[in-house]
């Protein structure tokens, strides 16, 4: 939050590789337990800043014709990391595959050296001539940056954001609608779910070794991310926000149906016994076709929400924010974000052995209709919206379309 909007986004982003380099290394030379989670500890760190940078930057450097496509990049990008990461998993010791993961961090830094910072920020801070030159480098010297950079330069408010400034609807409606998606996005339990898929999988009795539930899930989301990725500036957000949260909530209500018709007898089932279940040198239960059911509906679910729930908050939530305010805002955000995962993730498998596993799904799919709901009420469509026209929209409350003076 503080990074954001006082070194900027870019430097934001290149500082996270200090605390991201320095945990991987930690990982890597590990002698302990203590180190590990150090390690791991400095690696959330770098993947906070990420998260509250890096999408903020893609919409800033975006031409509105392709910012749909670009913002879900980050997604898509970090889908294509896990995959790499189960392959090289299978052939490197977890020490070299902490070391792997220093490679794109420094490739990451190097390159950022020749990006330009983003010419709203440098705009914001009063740096007039370097914004210019920034948007030139983006759009290339024979486009109409002029143009673009005189509507980004009208908008602009260089004092930034006061708190006063917080009771106009220009901030806080905005803001409102960028927590909420963040929170709805992680009550949709899409995080407990990736968290446990392996003792959920035991569970409902789909016999699958463990990599193949990671290569399964990897390569699901990686298709429909790059499908939301396609149909981002054709479909436009409200579209793909509803077929998500439909989807969702259609595979959500199988998995209920699924599990309370068909109580699992797992006694006091944990987390631990249900991973050494999975495993165990048992070789299962026999294949059931039945089991179809949980394994189709969980994979609808991860795709339902990468094409829709997953990839276009982040990107809402850097195209609606206020500039004066998206820093700390994006910061507010993925903060809530990830609070909330915690929390989920946390209670997820002591609620499943208080009521079975069908409780929490019953409850996920009831958020995944008030998800459809928030959709049609609260979100904005932005395709094809400049950012300037975006902030117009919240400023008068009535129209996207800005008057010239």
């Not at 006082?6 to 337990?33: C, T």
């Not at 799904?361 to 995944?368: E, G, R, W």
Request: a positive charge.
């Amino acid at each position: 939050m503080v990074l954001n909007d006082r070194v900027g986004r870019k430097m934001s982003i290149m500082l996270s590789g200090v605390p991201s380099v320095a945990g991987l290394l930690m990982m890597g030379a590990a002698q302990n337990f203590w180190m590990l989670l150090w390690g791991r500890f400095l690696t959330g760190i770098a993947g906070g800043i990420t998260s509250g940078s890096i999408p903020v930057y893609v919409s800033e450097i975006s031409h509105p014709s392709v910012r749909g496509a670009l913002g879900s990049c980050p997604q898509i990008t970090a889908v294509f990391g896990s995959l790499a990461l189960y392959a090289l998993g299978l052939i490197l010791p977890w020490r070299w595959l902490a070391v792997a993961g220093e490679v794109p961090v420094i490739f990451m830094m190097i390159l950022l050296c020749f990006m330009p910072t983003s010419p709203r920020y440098l705009t914001m801070k009063g740096n007039r001539a370097k914004a210019v030159k920034s948007l030139e480098w983006l759009r290339g010297p024979n486009s109409d940056y002029l143009t673009e950079f005189s509507k980004i330069e009208r908008s602009i408010n260089s004092k930034g954001a006061q708190w006063s400034d917080l009771k106009t609807p220009l901030y806080y409606k905005p803001i409102l609608i960028s927590v909420f998606m963040r929170f709805l996005q992680q009550m949709t339990g899409i995080t407990p779910i990736l968290v446990y898929l392996e003792p959920i999988f035991h569970l409902t009795a789909i016999s699958l070794k463990p990599k193949y539930d990671a290569a399964l899930v990897g390569a699901v989301r990686l298709i429909s991310v790059a499908i939301a990725a396609s149909l981002m500036d054709k479909a436009g957000r409200k579209a793909l926000l509803f077929t998500s949260g439909f989807l969702m909530y259609i595979a959500m209500l199988s998995m209920t149906m699924y599990t309370h018709k068909t109580p699992c007898s797992h006694g006091n089932l944990t987390l631990t016994e249900g991973l050494k279940s999975t495993y165990g040198g048992s070789t299962g239960p026999a294949f059931d076709p039945m089991t179809l059911i949980p394994l189709i509906s969980t994979m609808v679910i991860i795709f339902g929400y990468a094409m829709g729930w997953g990839p276009i908050t982040w990107l809402l939530m850097s195209e609606i924010l206020p500039l004066g305010a998206r820093g700390v805002a994006s910061g507010l955000c993925v903060g809530v974000s990830w609070i909330t995962a915690f929390v989920l993730t946390q209670l997820f498998m002591h609620v499943v052995e208080a009521y079975g596993l069908f409780a929490p799904f019953l409850f996920f799919s009831v958020v995944s209709v008030v998800n459809i709901i928030f959709t049609a009420k609260c979100v904005p469509e932005t395709k094809g919206r400049s950012l300037e026209e975006i902030e117009n929209y919240f400023r008068t409350g009535r129209t996207f379309t800005i008057i010239d003076p």
